[in-house]
């Protein structure tokens, strides 16, 4: 069972002024596919912030996927890449690329998500958009691949069979 953590950006829901949909799409989706949910955050919209709980999320708490939602888009206030870029160790484009593509059946508008997906250490961090109608449809899209990924990761399962 996969540690996964979730840390929802909005300024909004951080002040209590709106409720999390994005957050619960995320768990209801992650705990019917058999991920465990450890941490639940609504943070601001801050760089400093996600940075912090981007590393204890990594280092202390030992997640073995992290999704944020929220603040990929074009908004001044919009600086989840960037703060998930500078704690990152390695970049893992595809995921943030697939779902793009995906989306972009969807809406032309997938284009002006800026969401990245790149690991720290042994945790995977994947940025996703920040509607719920979003985050079903890019999550439910990169699932089942993703528990692949995690597997690889974590030294749990290797060898990626060939056809
Ligand atoms: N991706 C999917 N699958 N479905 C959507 O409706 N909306 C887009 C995009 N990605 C969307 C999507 C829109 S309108 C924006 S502005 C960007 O995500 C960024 O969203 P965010 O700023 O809430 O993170």
Not at 125 to 137: F, M, T, W, Y
């Amino acid at each position: 069972m996969y540690r996964t953590g979730i840390v929802t950006l909005s300024d909004k829901g951080a002040a209590g002024e709106r409720e999390d949909l994005s957050g619960a799409v995320i768990r209801e989706i992650l705990e019917q596919a058999g991920f465990e949910v450890v941490s639940y955050k609504i943070l601001a919209d801050e760089g400093e912030d996600l940075k912090a709980e981007l590393v204890r999320l990594s280092d202390e708490v030992k997640c073995d996927l992290v999704l944020t939602t929220g603040g990929t888009g074009f908004s001044p206030r919009d600086v989840t890449p960037e703060a998930t870029l500078a704690i990152a160790d390695r970049n893992a484009p595809g995921i943030a690329e697939a779902m793009r593509a995906y989306s972009m059946t969807v809406t032309k508008r997938a284009m002006l998500s800026r969401a990245v997906s790149v690991i720290r250490k042994s945790t995977l961090i994947i940025n996703l958009p920040g509607s719920p109608k979003a985050v079903r449809e890019s999550l439910e899209y990169i699932l089942d691949t993703l528990s692949h990924g995690l597997e690889i990761l974590s030294g749990k399962g290797g060898e990626c069979a060939r056809k």
